[in-house]
């Protein structure tokens, strides 16, 4: 999956970061369950506009819509690490 576009949207009271990823295509089943492959994942297929919530403890949290071609990710302890890894995580699919 190849990302087109990184914003950066706040940094949080708790030290944290959030930034908004853009892809190049939409987020697909096959993406989501991928990132579930990696840390824990919360993911309701069933809900009008699919639903996932997917965590690497310690790390980062995505959250997104399945169709949509953006996430929101919170970057925990060492941000610029933890978006690095998420990124060449990403490369892999």
Known sequence: MKIAKIKHVED???GSFIKEIA???VITKELILYL???GK????ETF???FFKFVKQGKYECKGVEGNQAIRIILKNNPEQ????FIEFIDKF
């Open 12 to 14: 949080c009271f708790d």
């Open 23 to 25: 892809f190049e295509q």
């Open 82 to 85: 933890s978006l690095a890894e």
């Open 48 to 50: 009008a506009r699919p």
């Open 41 to 44: 994942l919360q993911y309701f």
């Open 36 to 38: 579930g492959s990696d």
